[in-house]
């Protein structure tokens, strides 16, 4: 700039240059280069070995869709004869791609949705949980972006529409359409690249009053909403080096991480609408449609009814547990699987939706499969009985501690006689002494099994008596065990200092 400034006051080449301080062919550099605009900048094209073979790397850049390799096109070129390096073709190649991108980009054009139209889920794949690898089922309603994350044990039939009936409950409605990929269970081919829906999830969608679409195949850009979902929820949800989780001790804990999730994510304002999911659902749910009240349980299996006080149902010959909290009601049973991987999936139908509520292996008659978490607390059998007072008597001689708990029972299991006669000694000696030492002297008595008549007053009175001087007790430093030095002396001849005798 100051060249040309010196150029444009003096309007020579030597006095800018002089100025300026530089050659006058610098100073002509810089007033030709302003006078045509920059197009001195630009390198001068020159001929190359790869011009005349240029229309078939663009034959084989259309063909690929742009994918093509310019190593396989350079071994593809020496075959033809071109003798140039691979260099040149690896740039004429990056050239020829750039300009085919440029013509057939995908251009998006923003999503503006409506309320209550559109619902997308899709499925992540879940943290390792007892061995056994989980799912995750993550639902977005588009214009509200509430999410919705729920943990899954396969992505069978059933599980699915488990899944999308506790959706629209947590959502309170279903919306117009259902978007999602292509899977088995909702497409079970194309043909002319349409579609052929599942018959089940025909029956399902009718349910429910909803139309459900699919994606273009391997085009996950058609659904990014859920993408996205599915790849926050993972991020968020699965162990990783990244995020510092623990592994999850049960799939108990893995639903309230779910839950805990859908709270967090649902409650904070979203980058785009600025306002928190939770409250536009509350606006996008005066659009939505109700939903029935009796779930879609055609593909949940075969009903059974737990009795009223087994929690236990038949199927097929085996027995299964369910939680004891179902006696009573009414759940769905089924198979999953094939050969050692088949299971036995048991649902129930709440207020909430259906729920997976037990799954087992393969029982064979007469051998049962229980889990004990599906039961409650046994009662004290006749191996462990606790005493339990029936009068005030009893009542009072247990008041005492778990010394006279213990003895009672040691007592009886001695066959102890006048036992009633004893516990009101014990009685009367808690109003002499403390009762707190009572009570130690007969858990000692009972670990000692001292029943007789004056153990009890005999263990209380050492107990408390304080130790006379000079009174050894055994301790970490000393024992009350004889020594061995005496019969060291054995054998030895000692005189007696009175008569002189030998005595050997």
């Known amino acids: 700039m100051k060249i040309l400034d010196a150029y444009d006051l003096t309007g020579s080449l030597r006095d800018a240059g002089e100025l300026a301080g530089c050659s006058h062919h610098t100073v002509k550099h810089y007033v030709d280069r302003r006078a045509a605009g920059g197009e001195l900048d630009k390198a001068a094209a020159r001929p190359q070995l790869i011009d005349e073979y240029l229309p078939k ?27 140039g390096s691979e260099r040149t073709t690896r740039r004429a190649v990056a050239k020829v791609k750039a300009s085919y991108r440029a013509g057939h980009v995908r251009v998006h054009r923003p999503w503006v949705t409506e309320p209550g139209m559109w619902l997308q889920y899709d499925y992540g794949d879940g943290p390792v949980v007892d061995g056994v690898k989980t799912v995750l089922f993550v639902a977005w309603l588009a214009w509200s972006r509430f999410r919705v994350v729920i943990a899954l044990r396969d992505k069978t039939m059933p599980s699915v529409f488990a899944a999308l009936d506790q959706t629209f409950r947590r959502l309170g409605g279903v919306p117009t359409y259902v978007l999602t990929d292509n899977e088995k269970t909702v497409t079970v081919e194309h043909i002319a690249g349409i579609p052929v829906r599942n018959g089940q999830l025909v029956g399902f969608a009718e349910h429910y009053s909803v139309v459900v ?117 009414t759940v769905w049973v089924r198979t999953q699987g094939v050969g050692t991987d088949e299971h036995v999936v048991i649902v129930h139908v709440s207020d909430d939706g259906p729920v997976e509520v037990a799954r087992h292996a393969r029982a064979t008659p007469g051998t049962p499969k229980i889990d004990d978490e599906h039961f409650p607390p046994q009662p004290e059998g006749p191996l462990d009985r606790r005493p339990r007072a029936r009068n005030a008597a009893e009542a009072e001689f247990l008041d005492l501690g778990e010394g006279a708990r213990l003895w009672l029972i040691e007592a009886a299991a001695a066959g102890t006689q006048r036992m009633r006669v004893k516990m009101t000694e014990a009685l009367s000696l808690a109003k002499l002494f403390d009762p707190v030492e009572v009570d130690w002297a007969l858990g000692h008595a009972a670990v000692h099994g001292r029943f007789a008549e004056a153990d009890l007053p005999s263990i209380l009175d050492h107990h408390v008596r304080q130790p006379a001087a000079g009174e050894h007790r055994a301790s970490e430093d000393s024992s009350l065990t004889q020594g061995t030095s005496a019969w060291a002396r054995l054998g030895q001849s000692t005189t007696s200092s009175d008569s002189g005798e030998v005595i050997a």
């Not at 869709?65 to 020496?78: N, P």
């Not at 162990?239 to 859908?262: G, I, M, V």
């Open 213 to 329: 679409h699919t994606c273009v195949p391997a085009d996950p850009a058609s659904k990014g909403g859920t993408e996205a979902s599915v790849k926050i929820s993972k991020a968020d949800l699965v162990p990783k080096d990244t995020n510092l989780l623990e592994e999850y001790a049960s799939f108990t804990e893995l639903e309230a991480a779910c839950e805990a999730f859908c709270q967090k994510v649902n409650t904070r304002p979203h980058r785009l609408t600025k306002r928190p999911p939770v409250e536009m659902l509350a606006e996008e749910r005066t659009r939505l449609h109700p939903v029935p009240a009796v779930p879609h349980t055609v593909a949940f299996g075969t009903t059974r009814v737990v009795p009223a006080n087994t929690p236990m149902v038949t199927f097929e010959s085996g027995q299964y547990s369910v939680p004891h909290a179902l006696l009573g009601a």
């Open 57 to 83: 790397v663009e034959e084989w850049v259309e063909r690929s869709k742009g994918k093509v390799r310019a190593d396989k096109a350079h071994e593809k070129l020496l075959t033809m004869g071109y003798s």
